[in-house]
């Protein structure tokens, strides 16, 4: 992770642009796909024409006048996804200085496509909770579950907002809040009071949820104390902490792998004192702090916490006027299923690489019993950790990233792991599978509260089809990438 005044500023720029204007193509929904272009081609250009103008602009990055050259690289940057062909086809440009913007723009642009939220328009008007919910699954494709107040009238609409404000917005009108996420894709809500200090970025939320302080006196230890011109006496060590505790959520197509501790811009009490840690304090986190771990603790999530350090200036100040500052998240942006085997009743002694990751089958067992029987493979995994060679949670995340299907994808349940040998890059596991769960009881775990993306509420499920023998042993990579999240919160009592 690159930490310093080059990447605050790419995140900074990141931050300003309109994400509803990044994205054109994949991972968007309908609402973005009408905005609108930048303004040096008209609206109804063709795709030929479009490609020849970002080209052009381009070129103008290299202009002799400085106006026409900041005027290029904000129609390259609007233009987004639209105009990334362009940049780059221009990174080995013979200009210089072209080559220097083009590096500019590429990595902010990629970024911001790939972290962009889902977005919501909905027209207003009366209607249930759960169709609310039906309409929200369906633009998208997330699924909701909800189990209280389903059935209430809610008025609510919403023009090309994030789904996470959305959902803050529905939960005050409905008394639910946004849950703590299970390490599936599901946006979870429930009874409850939606939090008042939160602080949305694209397709992240942050929450302030505590100020704590503790003093402490340490009896048992005194450190010299000064007294003017006599000579320091001992005295008891004092402590005193303050801290302030968040929860970062993500979008389930955004999960997070890791959070490290904020750092923070800036913190004021009402009456002008700064709460910022000094340099020689130790409570001071100012800096960033590199994540220790490839893989975070080894699980996605959609929900982290995080604690920065203060310091309180003094008993008089009994309010926070404004405290600001950025966390930095691990966040898994891509993920892509690799086949390990597709004949597991044959895969005995099978070696495949997959990226830095080797598995080797050593054992398989249960496949042909009887249907409902537990079928267990055991394997040799080895990870090329070059980078970490201490990092032992890339182990962790096999629970997550490994699937056992039968041939039409249906799959099986992971019942848990036996752990043999191990050691930085090298384990021995035996996972154990079981049935897949029918398709028919599926549908009835879903009756009550389980909004389904694009199934209707009053839809009947299909009959179950038996599920066939275990096929396919899957591993799932992961791509990531660091990102900052910037926050403000304002008017916070002190305890």
């Known amino acids: 992770m690159r930490t310093g005044k080059t990447s605050l500023l790419r995140h900074l720029l990141l931050c ?12 968007g929904v309908s609402c973005q796909e009408g905005a609108t272009p930048p303004a040096s081609f008209p609206k109804s250009a063709s795709a030929t024409q479009e490609i020849e103008s970002f080209a052009s602009l381009v070129e103008d990055l290299g202009s002799s006048q400085f106006a026409k050259r900041e005027s290029a690289v904000d129609a390259l940057r609007l233009g987004g996804q639209a105009s990334l062909k362009a940049l780059r086809q221009a990174q080995n440009h013979p200009d210089a200085e072209v080559r220097r913007r083009v ?90 009071n939606c939090p008042p200090l939160v602080t949305y970025d694209g397709g992240f939320r942050l929450v302030a949820t505590s100020l704590q302080q503790f003093r402490n006196i340490d009896l048992a230890n005194s450190a010299p104390m000064p007294q003017g011109n006599q ?64 893989y975070g603790n080894g699980y996605r999530s959609q929900t982290q916490m995080a604690n920065v350090a203060l310091r309180r200036p003094a008993n008089s100040s009994g309010n ?116 897949p769960v029918p398709q028919q009881q599926m549908a009835k775990m879903n009756i009550r509260g389980l909004v389904l993306p694009g199934l209707p509420a009053a839809a009947a499920p299909k009959p179950a089809k038996p599920a066939g023998p275990p096929t396919k042993l899957v591993y799932t990579t992961w791509e990531t990438m660091d990102h900052l999240v910037p926050f403000t919160f304002t008017d916070l009592p002190l305890p």
């Open 231 to 294: 000579p320091p006496i001992s005295a008891p060590v004092r402590n005193e902490t303050l801290t302030l505790g968040m929860a970062i959520f993500s979008e389930p197509r955004l999960p997070l792998l890791g959070v490290n501790e904020p750092r923070l811009t800036e913190a004021w009490t009402e009456d002008g004192q700064s709460l910022l840690p000094t340099t020689n304090d130790p409570a001071n986190n100012n800096g960033a702090r590199r994540h220790v771990s490839r």
């Open 16 to 27: 300003g642009w309109s994400v509803g204007m990044v994205l054109r193509g994949s991972g």
């Open 320 to 435: 926070i006027k404004s405290i600001s500052g950025v966390v930095s998240c691990l966040v898994l942006v891509e993920q892509k299923q690799m086949p390990i085997t597709t004949e597991l009743a044959k895969s005995k002694g099978k070696t495949v690489e997959i990226g830095t990751t080797s598995f080797t089958i050593d054992e398989v067992t249960g496949v042909g019993e009887n249907a409902g029987k537990p079928v267990t493979v055991k394997l040799s995994v080895r990870e090329k950790n070059n980078d970490n060679p201490g990092d032992y949670t890339w182990m962790n995340s096999l629970y997550q990233r490994l699937e056992l299907t039968d041939a039409d994808g249906n799959k099986f349940q992971n019942q848990g792991s036996n752990w043999g040998t191990s050691g930085p890059n090298f384990a021995t596991i035996t996972f154990t599978f079981g049935p």
């Open 103 to 192: 590096s500019e723009l590429l990595g902010p642009i990629e970024a911001s496509i790939r972290l962009a939220p889902k977005r919501v328009s909905l027209e207003r008007k009366t209607r249930t909770f759960r169709a609310t919910l039906e309409a929200i699954s369906k633009a998208t494709g997330y699924t909701l579950e909800a189990w209280n107040n389903l059935e209430q009238q809610v008025e609510y609409g919403c023009e090309n907002l994030s789904v996470l404000e959305v959902v803050d917005q529905l939960g005050r009108l409905t008394g639910t809040c946004l849950q703590q996420g299970y390490g599936d894709d599901r946006i979870r809500l429930g009874a409850g």
